[in-house]
Structures are given as structure tokens and as C-alpha cells.
């Protein structure tokens, strides 16, 4: 391999970091927004005013605050967009072999990603805040961060034996995290922090659907618990550790979900609380990955490209 190629693939990893830390930058941007009540700030999209691109001082804080998230979208296509080139290149050096198309497919998402959550967060505003869509912009956020993590996983994800029984269990850890953070979204989207004062809410009981949220909680714990137990029993180390930070991190999301509960959501509280849903997308993808098997010697074989790590 050249020295080109050499450096093709030193970039690689790097970026694919980089575009999972702005992708859970974006949520923290994004919920500090709504708690801020600067989801209007910007009163129309794509122009943050009819007259201008860019925040003015009549707009205030809530201006800036909401002109400063939409600026963090052009750093998160920046670095998508050098992630993708650089996939791209290994791409097409490999074209007379075998060639490394899926990291270039999963970058691909990733890039695409943002003009749709541009899209959606457009609908947003001009919906003054419907809550659904705003679910659906914070839900979209939370995918993009699993697919950073795939991502990172094809680059450099270390040899592991197929799961087994273990993958089914881990699918529906999968499956009950997702639907803990879509009912997350709709308990905000039935509370007090709607992002603007005048934004309506979904009309559902906030108290209720705290409940509902919780107890899907306790199922995820009870079946993330399952699985660390049992990879534990069946010695598959990988899989007990992924699965044992997956559950601490549940734990201290319960924790915290509590104290925010009790306390009348402070917006701190409820701010590193969405933080922490962003930790658990991708706690909860490398856990179902560690389940899925892995050689990095087949890799070679199939590919000279950026999923070999030669």
C-alpha cells in the first residue's frame, strides 16, 4: 500500500469519531434549544428571518441561540462530507479488486442524514414546534449516532465469534432502547419544555406518559441485565462488557430521569438527561454489534480497502 493510501486510511477513523461526536453535539445543541424556548428564535427557515440569512440583535438571545444549533449543521456537513471523500478514494483505488463499498455505503447515510434532518427541522419551524416533528427531528439524531457507530465498528471493530442466542437477546435490548427514546420524546413533547410559549403540546397527561416511559425502562434494565448475565455465563467477554456499560448507563439515565421527575424538570437536569439518551443510541448499537460475528482476517480477503485496516 502507498503512502497515499496510507493516509487515506489514517483520516478515516478520525472523521468517523469526529462525525459521531458532532452527531451527539447536534442533540445537546438541539435540546438546549427547546429549554432555552429559542426553538422560534429563527422564525423561518431556511432564512432565520424573511430579510436574512443570519441572527440580528432584535432577535436576542433566543436568536442567537437558535442561529448558533443551525450553524453546528454546516460543521456536521463539513466533517460528512470529508468522511465520504475519503471512503470514496479507497473506493475507487480498489476498483480493479475487490472493493470496499461498505463503508462508503454507511458514510453515505451518514452524509445524507443531515440535508434530511435540515428538511425536517425546516417542517419544524414552519409548524411552530409541532411536537411530533420534533420527536421525529430528535429520533432521526439518535439513528444517525448508531449509524456513526456501525460505522466505527466496520473501520475497526475487533475479531468476535457470532452470538447466537446471545444476538436474539440483544435485538430485543435493541428493540425496547428505541422504544424507551421514542417515548422519551413524547414526554417531553408533553411537558413543559416546548421550546417556545406559544408552541403547542401533544395533549397527553405529562404525569401518564412519565409513567409509561418509566416502566419501559425497567423492562430495558431487566433485559439488558439478561444479557449481560448470560454472555457472562457463556464467557463471551465482549459481549458482557458492552452490555454491563450499556446497563450503567441505564441506570444513571433512571436516575437521573427520577431526580428531573421530583424536582419540576430543570432544564440542566433535562439537558444532561438527553445527553445521556445520545450515549445510550450508541452504547446500545455496540451491544448489538458485539453480538454480530466478525473476522478482520476475511475482511483481508475480501477487501484491500478501509474494512481490512491494513
Do not use: K
Not at 414546534?129 to 457507530?149: E, F, K, Q, T
Amino acid at each position: 500500500m502507498n503512502t497515499n493510501m496510507s493516509a487515506v486510511h489514517r483520516l478515516a477513523w478520525p472523521l468517523a469519531v469526529a462525525n459521531l461526536v458532532a452527531n451527539i453535539g447536534i442533540v445537546i445543541t438541539g435540546g438546549a434549544v427547546r429549554l432555552t424556548g429559542s426553538g422560534l428564535g429563527c422564525p423561518t427557515w431556511p432564512r432565520c428571518t424573511d430579510a436574512s440569512y443570519v441572527a440580528h440583535g432584535e432577535l436576542g438571545i433566543h436568536g442567537a441561540i437558535e442561529f448558533g444549533n443551525r450553524m453546528l449543521t454546516f460543521v456536521l456537513v463539513v466533517l460528512a462530507i470529508a468522511l465520504w471523500v475519503v471512503v470514496l478514494i479507497d473506493l475507487v483505488r480498489s476498483w480493479r479488486g475487490t472493493r470496499a463499498w461498505r463503508p462508503f455505503l454507511i458514510a453515505t447515510v451518514v452524509l445524507l442524514g443531515i440535508p434530511a434532518q435540515a428538511v425536517i427541522g425546516g417542517i419544524t419551524v414552519h409548524t411552530d414546534l409541532n411536537p411530533w416533528i420534533v420527536s421525529l427531528h430528535l429520533l432521526v439524531s439518535m439513528a444517525i449516532i448508531g449509524v456513526c457507530v456501525l460505522l466505527l465498528d466496520v473501520l475497526r471493530g475487533p475479531d468476535r465469534e457470532d452470538g447466537g442466542g446471545l444476538r436474539r437477546l440483544a435485538w430485543l435490548v435493541f428493540g425496547a432502547a428505541w422504544v424507551v427514546l421514542y417515548l422519551g420524546t413524547v414526554v417531553t413533547g408533553s411537558g413543559p419544555h416546548s421550546g417556545d410559549l406559544d408552541s403547542r403540546r401533544t395533549g397527553l397527561d405529562p404525569q401518564v406518559m412519565s409513567h409509561v416511559h418509566a416502566a419501559a425502562v425497567y423492562l430495558l434494565v431487566a433485559l439488558t441485565l439478561g444479557l449481560a448475565l448470560v454472555a457472562r455465563r457463556q464467557g463471551a467477554a465482549l459481549v458482557a462488557r458492552a452490555a454491563g456499560g450499556l446497563l450503567a448507563l441505564e441506570l444513571a439515565q433512571g436516575l437521573l430521569g427520577f431526580v428531573q421527575y421530583f424536582t419540576d424538570l430543570p432544564e440542566v437536569l433535562v439537558g444532561l438527561h438527553m445527553l445521556g439518551a445520545a450515549l445510550v443510541s450508541a452504547a446500545v448499537t455496540w451491544t448489538l454489534l458485539t453480538t454480530l460475528g466478525r473476522s478482520r482476517g476475511r475482511s483481508r480477503g475480501r477487501s484491500r480497502g478501509l474494512v481490512s485496516g491494513s
